[in-house]
């Protein structure tokens, strides 16, 4: 405001005080709860002022169900995550040292944002509770759930609690459907990426919206674990709701895990990458420099103000674009497939598809058992391990022991030296006696449990099988070592490994990684002592070939320690190749079902939303022209896209290959204030005391006389409006004539 208020009096030619943005600042607030209060009103007559409303009906291509439609694995499909941009400083009074934060000074407000959009931090902090805390315990790297737990620490306080004592809220948590709609905000307060903000927030869907959700997350796989031991668990569960991971994020995860979470491997999921979240964030983000300073309630009005102005002038103009764009995507996909999979199949000596989904199944496996080291195997290293300890501890003894102090007249310098030489001979005899009864006694209780009753020696074959077994573990924890730093990289690899990115810029990024990531080459260094350790020896990795992984589920074929993994069939690159181009041939038709669905969907919206407007239009115009002057101006916000809505749709319909029905049908819901319902204008109250007390009649012309020019322009306005109407009619006819001709 102060900005804005400096180019008024800019404008004016008068000079600024602090009091004049102050003072804009109130009647910008006075301004906002007119309007808010005015949207109440309208909601009321338009009978659309029940609880979620608006989120029941956010996107016309997910919500507005029809008759007889084809069924969807997901009904829902939505992506959830945090960002870190939108924080606000916390307001505190001066402490007595730098040690000393100060006491808060936020004002207190009764002011607070209208709508269902934002959810109450006490809603929130319900999910605050020892249940939930003790499910956030069970999440570690050795739980067969999540099998690349230990990478995230998104819900990890240690890495935002510094930043507790400067910021109240410290970011945003938000829902957001496939097509960009916003769902759902939740304040995240004085802490990181809690798990109560996704419970809170996958709460709330399932109340308003049941059964078969698919809800992304970066950490879809560790949430999985958190939703099924929170109270939240057997809830969710008894809906079907599927925690899945983004398409961009699951490429950082373990190849198990990718099996199970990725977007490619999904059943019904279609080519949707769950990453809508971050093109939201990248636009939101430009709300960080006005909402730093500003109190709790401005910072939640202005975030609320955009994600409404965005819904309504960005996204829904651009659904029928994404609607499009998709199914021409699926559509090029699907024509590439029936080149290229046929070619690559020959290739393999591959007869049926099937044979893909097989060798997933046996990869999945195969990764499953290189998740734990059998029990036999680890007391054998053990063994081995405490056999060298105990080689080592008794040459130290034997050395130890041979040690004598000689002294001659020319060595001797007094007694109270030789006693100390002597002194600590002895302590280093004890100790290094301690350190071999101590590794005696290990491999004693070994050889107990392995029912060994002759000790190993090196010639023993069962001693080289466990050296090898101990090497083959090194090698393991170096390639871990190295996967780890890779994940540092990953975006840095993955733009260089990008179709699009260009030779010249591969070669820019490569350098600039070789050049910073010293510590990436020492781990490379020790990989490659590790693999030339086994026998036989495993190939070693050169730099080129490890900024060349795109994916880290590459490092997960180098992990196999008791069989040769070259000799998989579904281990080589052109056997993943196809193995992919597969899943995305398959996603790539699910993606024409669930298309086919809503653009259904939408044509139907269209139609309903304009004939239930246009008629509570008419019917206020008789009792309430005010009211229908603000219901016209709601009209037209979306209705002004139709024309460019019907276009794209009649685009879709004349692409070669689509298979789906243009014609608007019947939805299945029919409450009051629903888009198919009857129309049925209901007076709010309020308006109805107002015009009572001044003594007005809603039918008198008089009360709501407006001069000529007014009355001209109006006029003009309403023309211009049946003119858009009758132009889209027609429009729509032709999409419908020609969606006939093709079918």
């Not at 070619?343 to 393999?348: A, E, G, I, P, V």
């Not at 499953?368 to 501890?393: C, H, K, V, W």
Request: glycine content about 4%; proline content about 4%.
């Amino acid at each position: 405001m102060q900005a804005f208020s400096k180019t008024i009096c800019d404008l004016h030619g008068v000079e600024y005080h602090r009091y004049l943005s102050r003072q804009l600042t109130i009647a910008f607030d006075l301004y906002m709860l007119i309007r808010s209060s005015v949207d109440t009103l309208v909601a009321e007559a338009l009978n659309r002022n029940s609880p979620d409303w608006r989120l029941k009906h956010a996107c016309p291509s997910c919500t507005y169900t029809l008759k007889d439609e084809a069924p969807l694995t997901f009904t829902l499909l939505f992506a959830i995550d945090g960002n870190d941009s939108l924080k606000r400083i916390l307001r505190r009074t001066l402490g007595i040292d730098d040690n000393d934060s100060g006491e808060s000074s936020e004002l207190p407000t009764t002011q607070h944002v209208q709508g269902d959009r934002y959810l109450s931090r006490e809603y929130v902090n319900q999910w605050k509770k020892a249940g939930v805390v003790d499910s956030e315990a069970t999440l570690d790297a050795d739980s067969p759930e999540n099998p690349c737990a230990a990478r995230w620490n998104n819900m990890d306080d240690e890495k935002t609690k510094r930043a507790w004592g400067v910021y109240d809220e410290t970011g945003i948590f938000t829902a957001v459907c496939r097509h960009g709609f916003c769902l759902l905000i939740a304040d995240m307060v004085q802490s990181g990426e809690l798990a109560k903000y996704p419970l809170a927030v996958v709460s709330k869907l399932l109340d308003t919206f049941g059964d078969g959700l698919g809800g992304g997350y970066d950490i879809g796989c560790q949430f999985r674990t958190t939703l099924d031991n929170s109270p939240l668990g057997p809830r969710a569960r008894s809906l079907h709701y599927t925690s899945l991971v983004g398409a961009f994020h699951g490429h950082a995860h373990r190849r198990l895990c990718q099996l199970d979470h990725l977007a490619r491997y999904v059943p019904g999921l279609g080519l949707e990458d769950l990453e809508t979240c971050e093109r939201t964030f990248s636009k939101s983000n430009a709300l960080a420099p006005t909402t730093r300073y500003t109190s709790i309630f401005h910072r939640q009005q202005a975030i609320a103000s955009y994600f409404e102005y965005n819904d309504e002038y960005e996204v829904y103009a651009n659904l029928s674009d994404f609607l499009y764009n998709n199914y021409k995507q699926a559509l090029d996909i699907i024509s590439d497939s029936r080149v290229t999979l046929p070619k690559l199949m020959h290739d393999l000596n591959v007869t049926h598809e099937s044979i893909f989904e097989d060798w997933l199944t046996e990869e999945k496996t195969y990764l499953q058992g290189l998740r734990t080291e059998p029990e036999d195997e680890t007391l054998q290293m053990e063994y081995f391990q405490r056999l060298i300890n105990l080689g080592a501890s008794k040459d130290e003894l034997d050395a130890s022991s041979s040690v004598w102090a000689v002294a001659t007249p020319a060595t001797v310098h007094g007694l109270a030296s030789d006693e100390s030489a002597t002194r600590r001979l002895e302590t280093a005899r004890r100790h290094a006696l301690e350190n071999y009864e101590k590794d005696l006694r290990f491999v004693q209780e070994l050889e107990r449990k392995l029912s060994i009753t002759r000790r190993w020696t090196p010639e023993d074959p069962d001693w080289q099988s466990a050296g090898r077994l101990v090497a083959n573990r090194k090698y393991q924890r170096a390639l871990d070592t190295l996967e780890g730093l890779v994940v540092a990289r990953i975006f840095e690899l993955t733009k260089m490994n990008r179709s699009g990115t260009g030779y010249k810029m591969r070669k820019h990024i490569a350098k600039a990684l070789q050049a910073r990531s010293a510590a990436i080459k020492t781990a490379l260094d020790r990989y490659n002592t590790a693999a030339r350790a086994l026998s036989p020896p495993r190939q070693s990795l050169k730099w080129e070939e490890v900024v060349e992984y795109a994916f880290l589920a590459d490092f997960d074929l180098l992990r196999d320690s008791r069989n040769d993994v070259s000799q998989r069939p579904w281990a080589s690159p052109s056997a993943r190749q196809a193995t992919d181009l597969y899943f995305k041939t398959c996603r790539a038709r699910e993606e024409i079902t669930r298309l086919n669905v809503e653009v259904r969907r939408l044509a139907t919206y269209l139609r309903d939303e304009e004939h239930y407007l246009c008629e509570c239009q008419r019917q206020a115009e008789v009792l309430h022209p005010v009211l229908a002057h603000q219901i016209n101006l709601r009209r037209r916000v979306r209705s002004r896209f139709n024309s460019r809505h019907l276009q794209r749709l009649q685009d879709i319909a004349t692409l070669p290959g689509f298979s789906g029905i243009l014609a608007p049908g019947v939805c299945t819901s029919n409450d009051a204030g629903d888009s198919s319902s009857t129309p049925n204008i209901t007076i709010p109250a309020q308006l109805t005391h107002a015009l009572s007390s001044s003594g007005t009649s809603t039918n008198d012309p008089s009360a709501h006389s407006i001069s000529a020019p007014e009355a001209e322009e109006d006029f003009e306005e309403e023309e211009e409006d049946v003119s858009n109407m009758e132009e889209a009619s027609e429009v729509l006819d032709e999409v419908l004539r020609i969606a006939t001709d093709s079918s």
